[in-house]
């Protein structure tokens, strides 16, 4: 585990599913107890703890007769907030005929505490119930942002993922039109076991194996780690609903010191394979809902005896050349970068000491690292908020030791994070750099 806090730099492959999904892994164990299914009546409860909202309670029943949305989030989603705006535009045009109602289990006073430093929360005029203990179990989820469709009768019509609520969704609902949005459905379970997909544990004793399955609906979940056995030793890998990249740049993930080296960012890969589809998440957001269905893996690999990590991710990487027919390997490559220089010998940006800690506003607004690298930063900033963005992130500053650094600006806005590094004596330059490249390619 790392010795730092990260408020939103979570782990590479969490950071990958997040982003392209735009689900949080921040999960909790589903309520099955009081699960309702398609087609069942919503129960007409009501709320009192409810922001932006008149002194009444909130009641569901209230709104028969539109589109009801429920948009479950957390204080910690930062997908979750980013939507917001989208949200809060499809209330703005479908007024009338939509109400979208935001709900979270964080409490009131956790909402109001982010929303102090947050300028989409402040914006936000959904209204909000907090504190929710009730209707997460009436719609059982794991992830965040998911969305419950509720149609004017007042049954529900599907748990699904953020994604698909778009314009053109509850447009094709108000039509009458058919949509093609599928219900996710989670099964009970405690915990994801691969194996026992196919094996009995009562019936066989499995010792040493390698599986794929594919997706998983007992969580939505996105994991990947080491198995260890008793005595903490490496025996195995685990992934749960993992793409094909994920897996195939894990050995990739992290430098010597355990520390996020950015190789995890979309811009780090480069790409040797007749078609993207079937290892990366589609572009086109109306086919993630099918792609997953298709594309999305279990993977768990247990080995007889402890090995290194090293040695679990060459079993790891021969299994994918096995099945797949792809490989990944790094190779150095001359780039155009966004790169992080000093532009004096003044040293500005050492270290105070203390907690290493990276806290980034969940809406992008600014960042704040308290003894980091310089190339923490900038991955942090420019490489997780533009995740889409062709060019890689480098430090240049050759500057070994640790940095405390806060920017009071957008962090995707380029020159206001400019004018802000000033003060540092640093600036962010475009030029060519030699930077490893992780290039996945089909076996021939």
């Known amino acids: 585990m790392h010795s730092y806090l990260r408020v939103i730099a979570p782990l590479f492959l969490i950071i990958i599913f997040m982003a392209a999904k735009g689900q949080s892994s921040g999960t909790k164990k589903p309520d099955f107890s009081m699960r309702l299914h398609p087609g069942d009546a919503v129960p007409d409860v009501s709320f009192s703890n409810v922001k932006n909202w008149s002194g009444k309670p909130l009641r569901l029943a209230d709104f028969k007769g539109k589109l009801l949305i429920l948009d479950f989030w957390t204080v910690n989603c930062s997908p979750c907030i980013a939507a917001m705006p989208k949200m809060e535009e499809l209330q703005r045009k479908f007024d009338g005929n939509l109400q979208v109602v935001m709900v979270t289990p964080n409490s009131k006073a956790a909402v109001e505490k982010l929303t102090e430093r947050s300028k989409i929360l402040q914006r936000t005029t959904l209204p909000a119930i907090t504190g929710d203990t009730l209707l997460g179990k009436l719609f059982p989820y794991t992830g965040t942002p998911t969305h419950v469709w509720i149609g004017k009768d007042g049954k529900l019509m599907f748990i699904t993922d953020g994604y698909n609520t778009s314009t053109e969704t509850v447009q094709r609902y108000l039509n009458g039109s058919p949509l093609a949005v599928k219900h996710r459905v989670l099964q009970p379970g405690v915990e ?56 195939l740049i894990a050995r990739f993930a992290e430098d010597n010191d355990g520390f996020d080296n ?54 790891l990487a021969n299994d994918l050349k096995r099945y797949f027919n792809v490989s990944a390997r790094l190779e150095n490559h001359r780039m155009k970068c966004f790169v992080l220089i000093r532009t004096s010998t003044d040293d500005k940006i050492k270290t105070k000491g203390g907690k290493h800690l990276f806290y980034s506003q969940e809406d992008y607004s600014g960042f704040e690292g308290v003894s980091i690298r310089p190339l923490d930063f900038m991955i942090h900033t420019f490489g997780e908020a533009n995740l889409r963005s062709a060019l890689p992130v480098v430090d240049g500053t050759h500057y070994t030791g640790r940095i405390d650094i806060t920017i009071n600006a957008d962090i995707r806005d380029l020159p206001a994070v400019r004018k802000e590094l000033k003060k540092y004596d640093l600036d962010i330059v475009e030029r060519e750099e030699i930077v490893p490249m992780i290039v996945i390619a089909e076996e021939k």
Not at 203 to 220: H, M, N, P, V
Not at 267 to 286: G, L, M, Q
Request: hydrophobic share 35%.
């Open 262 to 315: 950015g190789l995890y960012l979309p811009n780090r890969t480069i790409w040797k394979v007749r078609n993207k589809y079937p290892y990366a998440y589609p572009e086109d957001k109306s086919l993630e809902g099918e792609w997953r269905e298709q594309y999305l893996y279990c993977y768990e690999l247990k080995l007889p005896k402890e090995t290194s990590v090293e040695d679990v991710h060459t079993y």
């Open 192 to 247: 994801v076991d691969v194996a026992a997909t196919i094996n009995d544990p009562d019936k066989s004793d499995l010792r040493c194996y390698s599986i794929f399955t594919g997706l998983s609906k007992i969580t939505a979940q996105s994991s990947d780690g080491l198995l260890l056995d008793t005595a903490n030793k490496v025996v195995g890998f685990k992934a749960v609903n993992m793409p094909l990249h994920g897996l």
